[in-house]
C-alpha cells in the first residue's frame, strides 16, 4: 500500500477530480433525457468498471420512498463526457455513478415497484420537480484513466453497513420507541 503523502499547506492538498457541468433532472423527464444521451452521445449507462444491479427490490423501494419523502442526499448523478464543455462534437458520454438510483427510479416510473404501498400510475396527483429530481453531474475527463481515478475516489473509501449493523440500529429504535410508548402512558 503506497503511504499517504503528508501536507503542511492547504493550498498544496491536490484536488479531486470533479464534474464541471450540473443540471437538475425531474424525474418524470428522466426517460426523455436519458434517450438525448443515447441519441446524441452515444451513452453508456452499463460500463465496464459499475458494478451489476446489485441492489434488492426492498432497497429500490427504500430508495424511491426516501427521496419521495424529501431525502436530499443520494440524488447526484456522475457522468463523463470528453469535450463536454467544447464547440467541437463530444465524445462519449458514460454513466460513472448511478446506475442503482436510475434503475430504481426507472423501475418505479415503470409501475414495476411501488412507493408506500402505490404504483406510480396509481397516484392520484403529478410528479413535481421539487418532489422528485436527480442533479446530473458532467465531467469532461479526456482520459479512461481519469475516469477510473474519478470513481475510485469516491467508491474505495467508505465501509458499507453490514446487516447486523443495520439490525443493531433497528433494535434500538424499537426500544426507544417502545420506552416512548411506556412514557407516554404510564401505568395508573
Not at 481519469?146 to 470513481?151: K, M, P
Request: proline share 5%.
Amino acid at each position: 500500500m503506497t503511504p499517504m503523502p503528508t501536507y503542511t499547506r492547504f493550498e498544496d492538498i491536490p484536488q479531486l477530480l470533479h464534474a464541471n457541468y450540473e443540471c437538475t433532472v425531474p424525474w418524470n423527464h428522466l426517460e426523455m433525457m436519458l434517450n438525448e444521451y443515447h441519441k446524441d452521445y452515444e451513452c453508456d449507462m452499463d460500463t465496464d468498471f459499475q458494478r451489476g444491479h446489485v441492489w434488492t427490490e426492498a432497497q429500490q423501494i427504500a430508495y424511491v420512498e426516501w427521496i419521495l419523502r424529501g431525502g436530499r442526499s443520494g440524488r447526484d448523478i456522475l457522468w463523463n463526457c470528453p469535450r463536454w464543455n467544447t464547440s467541437r462534437r463530444a465524445g462519449q458520454m458514460i454513466l460513472v455513478d448511478g446506475k442503482q438510483r436510475i434503475h430504481a427510479v426507472l423501475r418505479f416510473l415503470h409501475n414495476e415497484i411501488p412507493a408506500f404501498g402505490t404504483l406510480f400510475n396509481d397516484y392520484k396527483d403529478r410528479l413535481t420537480m421539487t418532489m422528485a429530481s436527480f442533479t446530473f453531474c458532467v465531467a469532461d475527463l479526456p482520459t479512461r484513466a481519469q475516469v477510473l481515478q474519478w470513481y475510485l475516489q469516491f467508491n474505495a473509501g467508505g465501509t458499507a453497513h453490514t446487516p447486523e449493523e443495520i439490525e443493531r440500529v433497528k433494535a434500538l429504535l424499537e426500544a426507544e420507541q417502545s420506552n416512548s410508548t411506556q412514557q407516554s402512558n404510564p401505568k395508573p
